[in-house]
């Protein structure tokens, strides 16, 4: 299984613990290329993990003689292509999990089609995410008849990740209460500058609701202003773990790891990114939650965001007026919250089987049965 950074690897993830669980004979190999997944990789349960070489064909021989390899996946759409030629070559099945293209993709278009495309048309087996995918794999060189929809396995990963959460210990627990709580995550300062401005207008509204902040990048550069905000504005703040820190106004996280577990306290959820050019983080875990989500303008490269829009659990916003506006509503108005609640949740409930079906796939690339599958 290759997945090259840490997102591709969450998707691959589920898929291999049923590897484990379900063919433990079989020798799982986890290859990646991004340094951030490094640590990410040597906390699977696999026989080996390393970075994949750069993609010549010599590497490409050396890995294989290394690994020997039944099948070789990729997770969610980088395929190598002189290792996936080298792999052929030698009768390797191919495959692709958790496959996804953007409509705007640059790899549907000039040189970068032409490289790719015969790499595409080595794959003998994908699973899309959705229909959509699966016409523009196509159109980029995947055979049809090797194409089949299997979802996104990260919404297994994610409803399994909250369903493990512990509410009777941990940060959870000491900051259990209450009040109505707004958990804005991942947040950069081009989501904080609007949000806290909006933030002190609910409170006029709502006196006693309370906001945890986890910025993306918990350094004193990025707490210290929201700290600064807090004194301003009067209110109580207290970074996470402090003590008092559950009679706070503002809780600032100040360490990284946590995040998925605060989402747990969300009667409401800010993610952030939808204000910043790197573009939006994650919506799933405050959504399988329950939390209502709320998220900046840029959300275009988000599938997941899209939905929450069309399902009612989620909104964009892109003004102080319309943050404050969609927050009051939730915040105030019982009935629209446990609407926007059911519909974020039931959306994560409705993506799950992802990593059963890609698992089967994997497991026919393995047993070299029938390639052509039937929809999922």
Do not use: C
């Not at 395929?79 to 390797?92: C, D, E, I």
Request: net charge negative.
């Amino acid at each position: 299984m290759h997945a090259p950074s840490v997102g591709e690897g969450l998707q691959a993830r589920p898929v291999l613990q049923l590897a484990r669980t379900r063919r433990p004979e079989a020798q799982l190999a986890y290859t990646f290329f991004s340094p951030s997944a490094e640590s990410f990789a040597h906390g699977l349960d696999v026989d080996f993990a390393d970075y994949l070489p750069f993609d010549t064909a010599g590497d490409a021989e050396s890995a294989l003689d290394a690994l020997r390899p039944r099948a070789l996946v990729f997770s969610k759409l980088d395929v190598w292509p002189g290792l996936a030629r080298v792999a052929a070559s030698r009768g390797v099945a191919l495959g692709m999990i958790s496959a996804t293209l953007a409509a705007g993709s640059s790899r549907r278009r000039g040189v970068a089609a032409r490289i790719l495309t015969d790499a595409y048309r080595r794959l003998d087996a994908v699973g899309a995410i959705d229909p959509g995918d699966a016409d523009r794999l196509v159109a980029l060189g995947v055979r049809h008849d090797r194409v089949t929809v299997t979802g996104d396995t990260r919404y297994d990963q994610v409803w399994a990740r909250v369903r493990a959460v512990d509410r009777g210990s941990g940060f959870v627990a000491v900051l259990a209460s209450d009040r109505p709580t707004l958990v804005a995550g991942s947040t950069w300062p081009a989501d904080e500058r609007p949000l806290l401005a909006a933030w002190a207008r609910v409170r006029r509204a709502v006196p006693h609701v309370r906001l945890i902040i986890a910025p993306h990048e918990p350094t004193e550069t990025h707490l210290v202003p929201v700290e600064r905000w807090s004194a301003e504005a009067q209110l109580h703040v207290a970074r996470l773990g402090a003590a008092g820190a559950v009679e706070a106004d503002v809780v600032l996280v100040d360490r990284v790891g946590v995040l998925g577990d605060l989402y747990a306290l969300a009667t409401v959820a800010y993610v952030g990114g939808g204000f910043h050019s790197a573009g939006l983080h994650s919506v799933l875990e405050p959504a399988a939650f329950g939390a209502p989500v709320l998220f900046g303008p840029r959300f275009d490269n988000s599938r997941d965001a899209a939905l929450l829009i069309d399902a009612g659990g989620g909104a964009s916003v892109d003004t102080v007026a319309r943050i404050e506006e969609q927050l009051r509503d939730w915040l105030t108005d019982d009935t629209a919250r446990t609407s926007a609640s059911t519909a974020a949740r039931n959306l994560v409930e409705q993506g799950l089987g992802a990593a059963d079906r890609s698992w089967r796939l994997v497991e026919r690339l393995l047993d070299g049965s029938s390639l052509t599958l039937g929809g999922g």
